[in-house]
């Protein structure tokens, strides 16, 4: 069964889009949620291996892909953000979820634990967790403020290779992730996917709140961590004191790799699919 493109409104009005990816109506689906400069698109591959075994749903935030722009880059918040997956759950009659949250994604997974705890049947945080480091944060605001607008395909695989932290593609997936980044515009120029203005909402919101509470609202539920073994935004010591607080978690690194694994290097598809086998 082929994947269809779902719009719907949020509460205040913005509309939203998502992926979804039909599967049998007696097993828990997967709620996929990107990161920050990320679109649905992102968990295709994930969505394609398990066709016909599970129903995988992937959400544009606010502001990305398919979704609507807002009037105000306060729209942009955490709090904003986490209404929009409580709709998005709601519209898509998804009451109860395995969630894989890639770095902000997995931010609302955890705040999703503490506002709606019922929805959660697993949570795979994709190189996020408590505690972000602030000079991971410093690259994650500058990148998402900034529209290089690149005369080609070619020009953003380049772009993307000197700008962001190590990551393990061969030429082919390097394409697709900057297919998955860009996106031509009138202009003929490829521009973000992504509403630039989300930068001041980052600013604007300040410094980030404690989320250990927020990881700890998650001890009803199956865990994964997967972080890149290069990662400045989630440390080496973030992730022991995860693994302290939670040592039933399957803490799995994804070697030559920074922030943050794209989910289809094999570690990580193997260390996914098992945790998704122990979830009805």
């Known amino acids: 069964m082929s994947s269809r493109r779902v719009s719907f409104t949020a509460r205040d009005g913005l509309t ?18 990107p990161g920050l400069t990320r679109t649905a698109e992102d968990f295709d591959a994930l969505a394609e291996r398990h066709e016909g075994r599970r129903r995988v749903l992937a959400l544009d935030h606010a502001g990305h892909g398919e979704s609507g722009r807002a009037g105000s880059p306060a729209r942009y918040g955490i709090e904003h953000s986490l209404r929009d997956v409580l709709d998005a759950m709601a519209a ?45 944060l ?24 000197q700008t962001l932290p190590p990551m ?9 992730f900057a297919a998955g980044t860009y996106r031509p515009g009138p202009d003929g120029a490829w521009h973000p996917r992504w509403d630039i ?22 001890a ?32 799995v690194e994804i070697a030559a790799t920074g922030h943050c694994p794209t989910l289809e290097e094999p570690a ?3 260390a996914l699919d098992a945790f998704f086998d122990r979830i009805p």
């Open 268 to 270: 990580s598809v193997a």
């Open 92 to 136: 898509l009659h998804c009451h109860r979820a395995v969630i894989v949250g890639t770095s902000f994604g997995g931010i609302l997974a955890m705040m999703l634990g503490v506002l709606r705890p019922t929805a959660i049947a697993g949570v795979a945080l994709n190189d996020v967790g408590p505690v972000l480091e602030p000079v991971a």
């Open 16 to 33: 939203l889009s998502a992926l979804d990816h039909p599967g049998p109506e007696g097993r828990t689906p997967i709620l996929c949620l």
């Open 197 to 218: 203005r989300i930068a001041e909402a980052m600013r604007d919101a300040g410094k980030m709140p404690d989320l250990w509470p927020a990881f700890g609202a998650l």
């Open 168 to 176: 393990v593609m061969d030429a082919e997936a390097w394409r697709r």
């Open 220 to 251: 009803h539920a199956p865990l994964l961590l997967l972080r890149g073994a290069l990662s400045e935004l989630l440390s080496e010591d973030t992730a022991d004191r995860m693994q302290d607080a939670r040592p039933d978690m399957r803490f």
């Open 138 to 161: 410093d690259h994650v605001r500058n990148f998402v403020a900034r529209d290089p607008a690149l005369p080609s395909l070619d020009a953003a695989v380049d772009h993307l290779k």
